[in-house]
């Protein structure tokens, strides 16, 4: 291996590293640093819920006035469509006060997206402009009590009247009304509400309705009972709440109409014949809001990261039995191997959300050549996938930056308990985690299966239940597919070998599945037995798949970056990231004996020399995300505590 | 392997199973469920900091008038020194609000245990019945914003002046102030403060003093100033705050001098000559408080695990495809797999944690026998692992149980978010969990390092840094240790080889540690530097001790089962904690040759086959704690929420 040489840490060009970290949106990077700089700093952790909403309510009308929501909106309504730029801009409000990057979410994201993408013109026209300007909040009433991952089998209906022209909006019983829901509580006057459409006695599936729940007095309208959800473990600027419908009677111009309509006599059309398709067809506009959620986890980790490294530097605790002096706790190896390996798969993320981004935009963008369900399939996948370990990895992190920085990492002054907090129910909120790694796992399966069979791998309705056990159970050839692959003693300091560490992984795991499943499938034993016993290889594969993702975006990163001395740094940021996944898997390498235990053993003193070397560079890398300083400005950092010790007294 | 056969879980002998449960401290367990179960339920989560801590004030005043707190003192005060029987109390608080359980741990065990193990009479007569009946509510001043986990080497000063025969107290520079000191903030009149003692410009280390912090008004006596910590991630009803001291004088008397003492000339005297193991000494006595946060950390993770199971049996999501029936997600193994051997693990840690308290109750109840050096010390290696790995068990535990219950486990009225913050901070108070693995691994060798010089292996001061660099570089056989250890392929579903297994790991991770340290002091490199690089297989070490200490016990409380269906049971609990512990270190066990990768492999089935198994009686095992259930209540269990849905609806 070839590995440059990682100039003095004050060496580092930092044009060079600020232009790899902030890649293709730097100018939206830039705007949105400037704002949260010139903005007010942090919320007293002390508010009321009630105040704490009101606080947030007028933050979020103040954020309107940056133009910055109204930029991801198709220029129709006078936006710039520039989706990657508003999904770049809100990550980068976990600097600031998560409530508010989540109320933004609920009002634009979700509630402002989904009438632009789900809806047409008629909806475009009346709505937009005053939902951009905040003038319109509202909800995204998906979620129900009883139906939060299976959104396809939600018990809300919306059962057409030709008499009337109107649908009927109705929660048939406790747990099917509508939960958690963003704006709720307090602010919404409208909410988008999916629902089971019925028309002339026949079910057509889920599909999405505005529905007005407030009057302009605040008011709950005649039929909708709003609930409030009450104080939370995070995100009380948010007003969550649920939102229950008796016969609400909407016109039928509320339909949001692009993939399916129903004429005035109760006539039922879709460009989309078969249910299943057109339900994913419509779900798949919306992934916008997960890749939105996995930048979030990442701006938060980031933040923590920054905040509990900056401590490390100045913390000092027992001194050195040969000098005497106190050693900074990040000199200590345990806290290094707290925090280095983090940073590294911080970064790995980083550059993976990027190219994440980037990919939906190339879809979603106004003038965008219209995406082939192929395309549209793998971003959905890769999003499923990156939002679980995006948010994962966020809320593993903040826990060790707030654990790394002991008493003072839990007082809420320090801002890390907040963090934590807010950030926490991204691993559940916009998928389940661990249900996405099984849509995911199961899309592999299937991909898998029509790739043997020579069809077409990426149809665009995801094979389920008895269809995927169909394909599954024909094939027989799966043991196979590991042997084909290439291996042979790898050296672990070499780049293509670790890589190919990780597709063996990938492709092995996903054999595994197939070998466990298409025996069982293939006997008729029934499906939810043979599939619940596979769960676990089915999240292996899954985390596998995303492993890859994450690799190769950062390899790509890698490549791009012109500068010799910032490619040598990001390569041992790079290195500690790949060899810490191989480290978290080395059972399972030793297990398949892809490793042998001699280089097993041999990867944590590895990780122990990155550490090392990347120490002195620890404060360069959480600098390069740039977070504006008064978003990290807390006491635990206040020079000034950590004013020189009176040598008298010591 | 003879395995019993369980009972169906309606036929589990529920004597049986509550006795074993119970323990040793039955009575006390029984008498405190009936105080939680008669007393207010949840706090309401929306009060501000400053309600909350008058309402927690109130209910610690109430909790006087129970008569526990006085039962764990001496009875020359009038209690019953029922010290094992407090502790068990105090961490059944963990169902109830932990703020109480903190601020009772302030008041009583530190406090109050501080004047009662490190006074004499003198401070017992004036101060012990104010302290247990509320009246004089104090803090413990040890942390010091500069020095937490340092403890030995904190600034504060007390200076012996022999002409008004006082002492004066005194904050150096501000990092040098007590931090996040309970009680301190709002409600205590006196501080048990640590500082160097000098006398006679001598430093005879570090001290306990009496020092009045607030007047009968409330307000700050001379020279002390009170900072206030403010909100916190939780605990939010107990009120941490920093005191700083400037010069203030207290009387020669408030000196609490059971292991030294100032005469009124100012000369010093202590029945133990070597200041490092007269602190020791000194800390040794608080070992309490560790014990405690421990036992504090298991109830909190029963309760989660509680909430989380019955919701797990309640909640359906996804349509079983042969039956069209919803599932309960309890019955998907990827679930089993998130709850159930963290529930193994509980019971581990519950059996072990009794234990631990009946070893500390046999060294510390009145009229015990002088407990050993010997005694003391391990002891106080036990409690500082058994702290390290339950804190952190509780952590996850918590944080797994949130996520497993969704958006409803993210609403404070369901009392997991209530859990998680509350007991955040004790993977990082009474001990940096880290440090305190570090701290027991530093034991280890040197107890191992004393055997092999044929020393006494527990002498009452740790070997620090010189003189175990010392101990350990004068060997050299260290290599040869695991080699003398029996070995031979084991059988993962026999008992006795499996603790065999646990066994190995533990030697053998100490004797790598000694292999790694031993060249290099002997080569005289800087002991930071060999210490540091050495960190990871320290704290490896320590944990695979501890995994040991939590086999044992359980193992011995199986041994104490004589009904043979609960035997049965709590066997297959047994089971999965074992195989959970050799499979999260299963990477560990093939590097080293100590299973094949064939014994790798079943690991996880052998997991998944304990859990489906263990299914039917999650309920029955959680049930086991008898928490009472009005501090289960809560709207996510509200058994009305799930009302029968109606068909017409489906």
Redesign the interface.
């Known amino acids: 291996m070839t590995r440059g040489t990682i100039p003095a840490p004050d060496r580092i060009p930092a044009a060079a590293l600020r232009a790899v970290v902030d890649g293709r949106w730097a100018g939206v990077r830039q705007e949105t640093r400037e704002q949260l700089a010139a903005t007010e700093m942090h919320t007293d952790?002390?508010l009321?819920?009630a105040e704490y909403r009101a606080h947030i309510t007028d933050a979020l009308k103040l954020l309107t006035s940056s133009g910055r929501p109204l930029s991801g909106f198709d220029p129709s309504v006078g936006g710039r469509g520039d989706v990657g730029g508003v999904v770049t801009a809100f990550a980068m409000l976990a600097y600031g006060d998560l409530s508010l990057l989540v109320k933004a979410g609920v009002q634009w994201g979700l509630f402002g997206g989904a009438v632009q993408v789900l809806g047409t013109e008629r909806h475009h026209e009346e709505y937009l402009r005053r939902i951009i300007d905040g003038e319109l909040l509202g909800c995204f009433a998906m979620?129900e009590?009883?139906?939060?991952?299976?959104v396809q089998?939600l018990?809300t209906?919306a059962t057409y009247d030709p008499a009337a022209c109107e649908f009927v909006v109705h929660t048939?019983?406790?747990?099917?009304r509508k939960?958690?829901i963003g704006n709720a509580a307090r602010d919404g006057r409208m909410a988008v509400v999916f629902a089971q459409l019925v028309t002339g006695d026949e079910r057509r599936g889920v599909h999405a309705f505005l529905v007005p729940v407030r009057d302009a007095a605040g008011h709950p309208m005649p039929g909708v009972t709003i609930g409030d959800?009450?104080?939370?473990?995070?995100l009380n600027g948010v007003d969550n709440g649920s939102l229950s419908f008796d016969h609400v009677r909407i016109p039928r111009q509320n339909l949001l109409n692009r993939f399916a309509d129903v004429a005035e006599d109760g006539t039922y059309s879709s460009p989309i014949e078969n249910e299943t398709a057109r339900f994913f067809t419509m779900l798949g506009t919306l992934v916008r809001g997960r890749i939105s959620v996995a930048g979030g986890a990442g701006g938060a980790a980031q933040k923590a990261l920054a905040l509990a490294i900056r401590f490390g530097e100045r913390r000092?605790?027992?001194?050195?039995?040969?000098t005497g002096e106190e050693?900074a706790v990040l000199?200590?190896?345990?806290?290094q191997?707290?925090l280095l390996p983090a940073l590294a798969t911080t970064f790995a993320l980083h550059f993976t959300q990027d190219d994440l981004v980037a990919r939906m935009h190339a879809i979603q963008a106004p003038g965008a050549a219209p995406a082939g369900a192929r395309e549209q399939r793998i971003l959905e996948q890769s999003a499923a996938g990156i939002k679980a370990i995006a948010t994962w990895h966020a809320?593993h992190t903040i826990?060790t930056c707030?654990?790394a920085c002991?008493?003072a990492?839990?007082?809420?002054?320090n801002l890390?308990?907040g963090l934590?907090?807010d950030t926490?129910?991204f691993?559940?909120?916009e998928g389940?985690?661990?249900?996405l790694l099984?849509l995911l796992a199961k899309e592999l399966l299937a991909d898998y299966g029509r790739t043997i069979r020579k069809g077409n791998p990426l149809e665009i309705a995801p094979l389920a239940?008895?269809q995927l056990a169909g394909v599954l159970a024909e094939r027989t050839g799966a043991a196979s597919l590991a042997r084909r692959l290439p291996f042979r003693g790898l050296d672990l300091t070499d780049r293509a070998r670790r890589r190919t560490l990780l597709q063996v992984r990938r492709d092995d795991t996903l054999a595994a599945a197939v070998r466990a499943l298409a025996p069982a499938l293939r006997k008729g034993t029934?499906?939810?037995t043979v599939f619940?016993?596979a769960?676990?290889l089915l999240?292996t594969a899954a985390r596998a798949h995303v492993d890859t993702l994450v690799e190769r975006s950062f390899a790509d990163a890698l490549d791009r970056v012109e500068d010799a001395g910032v490619r040598a740094l990001l390569e041992r940021v790079y290195d500690l990231h790949v060899l810490s996944v191989i480290d978290r898997e080395?059972?399972w390498y030793?297990?398949?004996?892809r490793l042998t235990?001699a280089e097993?053993?041999s990867l944590?003193p590895l990780v122990?020399v990155l550490c090392a070397e990347l120490r002195p560079y620890a404060r360069t890398l959480v600098d390069a995300f740039r977070i504006p300083e008064n978003r990290l400005a807390c006491p635990m950092l206040d020079d000034e505590?950590?004013?020189p010790?009176?040598p008298?007294?010591?």
């Open positions: 952790p002390d009321s819920s979620t009590a009883g139906h939060g991952s299976d089998h018990h209906t048939p019983y406790p747990q099917a939960e958690y959800d009450g104080r939370k473990a995070g000092r605790q027992f001194a050195d039995p040969s050693i000199d200590y190896l345990a806290h191997r707290k809320t826990q707030r654990e002991g008493g990492g839990y007082l809420e002054e890390l308990p934590k907090a926490d129910v691993t559940t909120f389940d985690n661990t249900v099984q239940g008895r029934d499906e939810f619940n016993a769960q676990d999240l080395r059972a030793l297990e398949t004996g235990a097993s053993r944590r122990d505590a950590w004013a010790v009176d008298v007294a010591m």
